[in-house]
């Protein structure tokens, strides 16, 4: 189970960190990703870590403004968001999937397990 948590209202260029928590022994063999959906918009993958090397990937529209990471003690996946923008208004989403190669990590099919969404908004 993955319970996320941190959103909230903020005005562009602020910060926000998101949190998700995994209900599990060990991560180890897990990916950790975060999506978004914006109103009116399809979900987007925006960062992943692969919990066992700490591989990372963000995508475009967020790099150098979010970092993904991890604290292994507490088995959360933190999203850094720094710079915000009124575009990155989203209801984000924590999602984990066992195995699967690196190149597949942000296609949100391959994820069996979501949390249930957080609300971002970014006023400008």
């Known amino acids: 189970q993955l319970q996320a948590s941190g959103g909230g209202l903020v005005q562009a260029g602020g910060s926000l960190r998101l949190s998700c928590a995994a209900s599990v022994r060990t991560l180890r063999s897990y990916d950790v990703a975060w999506f978004r959906q914006g109103p009116g918009k399809e979900r987007e993958f925006v960062a992943a870590?692969?919990?066992?090397?700490?591989?990372?990937i963000h995508a475009d529209s967020v790099k150098g403004r979010f970092t993904i990471s991890k604290d292994t003690a507490s088995n959360t996946v933190y999203l850094q968001m720094d710079r915000l923008k009124p575009e990155d208004t989203a209801v984000y989403y924590c999602?984990?999937?066992?195995?699967?190669?690196?190149?597949?990590?942000?296609?949100?099919?391959?994820?069996?397990?979501w949390g249930q969404g957080t609300q971002v908004t970014v006023s400008s």
């Open positions: 870590i692969r919990w066992s090397s700490g591989t990372t």
């Open positions: 999602a984990a999937r066992t195995g699967g190669i690196l190149s597949t990590i942000r296609y949100d099919v391959r994820y069996a397990y």
